[in-house]
């Protein structure tokens, strides 16, 4: 019973996980935009969802039984704890410093993604309010 | 909770920009000063920003690496009366660009606004998270 309750919310947990993810990406890129060098970084969100409602993200890491079993590598920088691939934006216009964050794209997708985040909350609490509904009959 | 870490970033890009500001403050209020405690002529200081990615990559904060004194060549004054003047009558005068410090500090300011911004805007997720089931 629990657990079907549980799949009833999965979806809206793992999109409101995400947007919560990528609004702390977005974040960076902004507290960045004056650091030299600093490129600015975003999650594909389509596939990121794909990809944790299937499960085939890479987590974990593997066992070496063996001295010749190789490492399951380290987290580098180009991937979230939880497997999702961490891209680089494209370079509109470039900078002398090596920075490439432009601050209109990244306000417009902080606010885009802010938004889409209420959003999901909305749509998490009308699904409850359903349960909520069924399970009291009235 | 990575709404949670926004105001770890946020706050640090805050502490990083007013430091920024605080350097450009004491630049324009040295722009004129001949000479100081080592009896030479004070030498504009500028901030190197320096990005501290966390352990699981989706949060980057800001700090300041280093503040380095401004290499570029000092401004020579001619004012032979001056008891600072050397044999050809001139003074060594700060090399600080009055024009790149008002830039800095408008630059420094905005930027300040947007992670305040970017607070909030965290802040408003997060009570809204918590009327979830309300």
């Keep these: 019973m629990l657990g079907k309750l549980d799949n009833h919310l999965r979806f809206n947990e793992l999109a409101l996980n995400l947007r919560s993810t990528r609004q702390s990406v977005l974040a960076s890129n902004i507290a960045n935009a004056d650091t030299p060098n600093y490129k600015a970084r975003d999650i594909d969100f389509n596939s990121a969802l794909q990809n944790a409602l299937n499960n085939t993200a890479a987590t974990g890491t593997l066992a070496t039984t063996a001295a010749r079993h190789f490492p399951t590598p380290a987290p580098d920088g180009s991937t979230l704890a939880d497997g999702t691939p961490l891209l680089y934006r494209g370079i509109v216009q470039g900078a002398v410093d090596g920075n490439t964050v432009e601050m209109d794209v990244e306000r417009n997708q902080f606010a885009d993604n802010g938004l889409r985040y209420e959003a999901g909350v909305t749509f998490i609490n009308s699904q409850i309010k359903g349960l909520m509904t069924a399970i009291q009959g009235q | ?134």
């Design chain 2, 1 to 134: 909770m990575s709404l949670f870490s926004i105001f770890n970033v946020s706050g640090s890009a805050m502490s990083a920009q007013s430091q920024r500001l605080n350097v450009v403050a004491s630049n324009l209020a040295n722009a004129d000063s001949a000479t100081s405690a080592n009896g030479e002529a004070y030498r504009a200081k500028q901030v190197v920003f320096e990005a501290t990615p966390s352990a699981n990559n989706a949060s980057t904060g800001v700090k300041v690496q280093q503040v380095i004194e401004d290499p570029s060549p000092m401004r020579q004054v001619y004012d032979p009366k001056s008891p600072l003047a050397d044999e050809n009558g001139y003074v060594t005068m700060p090399n600080v660009n009055v024009v790149d410090e008002m830039v800095n500090m408008l630059s420094a300011s905005r930027s300040y606004q947007n992670n305040v911004e970017t607070m909030n805007a965290a802040k408003s997720m997060l009570l809204k998270t918590l009327t979830i089931g309300q």
